[in-house]
Structures are given as C-alpha cells and as structure tokens.
C-alpha cells in the first residue's frame, strides 16, 4: 500500500500568516489522486481538495493544493480564526486508500 | 447534499462485537457507495471497508478482512458495520463516509461527506 507521510507534524502560526503543509507518497501517486481534509477539534473530516489541487464546493480560495507524482502540498495563504484544525492527506489512486498521519496547524 | 447520520456511542467489553449504523437522510442513496472508517485516539484515518448498496457489493481492506462485515438496508437507507473480537485496540471514533462517485466500490474515490462519527470504547 501507498504510505503517505506529512511533514510537519505541528504547525505553530499566528493568524494572517501563510501555513505550507507537505504531504510525501512512498511511490508516485497516479494522476494526482491525492485528496487533503480538514479536522476541526470534535468534528468529523471535511473535504477541501481534491485532484491535488481542486477546491471543493464552498472552499475558500485561501487553500490551495499543489503536486505531482510523489510531492504534494497545500498552502493556506493567509490562516483565519477557523483553520486552525488537523488537516490529513489521502490518496485514491491505488487500492487501499490511505491517509497521512496529519498535520496539525495550532495557533502561536 | 446527503447528510450521514450515525448511531450512539457504544461501551464494549473485550470479545464482543459492536454494530453501527449509519442513515442517510436523502439522495441517491443506492448508488454511491458508504464506506466505514476509523481513526483511534490521537491517531490518524484508517479505511476499512464499504459497501455499494445498489449491488451490495462490499470491498474490505486485508487488515479487517474477516472480522468486519459491512451491510445495507436499501427500505431505510441505512448502512450497518459490524466489527467482532473487538479488543482495546479497536477503541475509536468510526466514521461513515460516501464514495465522491456513484457507482464506484468503496475506496476508489474520495470520500464526501462523512457522517459525525461514533465513539467505541472497548473495556473489561
């Protein structure tokens, strides 16, 4: 199976600030089948991006998924009160679907 | 949009299995398919399983091969997932999530919406 490794693990950041969160496979990820989430304390996952790099619906456009192959990312370009949050990646290209660890974006 | 709503925590002893239910509240419910996953304290996401209710045709991962099953009650729009042998390991929140794509088996996709999640404590 895929293991997808995300890097950092935390994320210190005041608001307004830019957060970059790296997401790493152990072998090339087809057609960019890399999904991100974001887990808010208590809440269950919700979908932010899929295709590496395609908001979905009601995203705002401050998140920003990049990638290919093995290296993915996603950019918060400048963090509001609500972001601060675990965001997990997951990919769908290869059977089973798997997630990273997360990575935790936590307020300064 | 479909709304996923799942059943009650649950408090289990070591041994015994846990059933969890998970109602969709409107949409197509028959062709996509509702896939169970978890995510242990301080853990991350683990797939487990889905099934495609139009097809009650299920799809496991290997680690739970044999100890889940997974089914579908088409009249309530309803998916159950039921894990036996529990263990302390198997303490977690469990999530139902709909495949992103309709008539794909569970884990190809993305998975959109999740239901809130139940929390399944096993304890002696």
């Known amino acids: 199976e895929i293991v997808l490794t995300q890097s950092p693990g935390t994320l210190s950041l005041s608001p307004g600030e830019g957060a970059t969160l790296s997401c790493r496979a152990s072998q090339s990820v087809s057609s960019s089948y890399i999904v991100w989430y974001q887990q808010r304390f208590g809440q269950a996952p919700r979908l932010l991006i899929y295709g590496a790099s395609n908001r979905a619906t009601g995203i705002p456009d401050r998140f920003v998924g990049s990638g290919s192959g093995t290296d993915f990312t996603l950019t918060i370009t400048r963090l509001e009160p609500e972001d601060y949050a675990v965001y997990y990646c997951q990919q769908y290209g290869r059977s089973p679907p798997t997630f990273g660890q997360g990575t935790k974006v936590e307020i300064k | 949009q479909v709304q996923l709503v799942q059943s009650g925590a649950e408090v289990k002893r070591p041994g015994s299995s846990v059933k969890v239910s998970c109602k969709a509240s409107?949409?197509?419910?028959?062709?996509?398919?509702i896939n169970w996953l978890r995510q242990a304290p301080g853990q991350g996401l683990e797939w487990m399983g889905g099934?495609?209710?139009?097809?009650?045709?299920?799809k496991y991962a290997q680690e739970f091969e044999g100890r889940v099953t997974i089914t579908t009650d088409k009249s309530t729009s309803t998916t159950f997932m039921e894990l036996n042998s529990l263990t302390s390991a198997d303490t977690a929140f469990y999530y139902c999530?709909?495949?992103?794509?309709?008539?794909?088996?569970?884990?190809?996709?993305?998975?959109?919406?999740w239901g809130q999640g139940t929390q399944v404590t096993v304890s002696s």
């Open positions: 999530a709909r495949e992103s794509a309709p008539l794909a088996p569970g884990g190809t996709w993305w998975f959109d919406p």
């Open positions: 099934i495609l209710p139009i097809s009650e045709m299920t």
């Open positions: 409107a949409g197509a419910f028959g062709g996509y398919a």
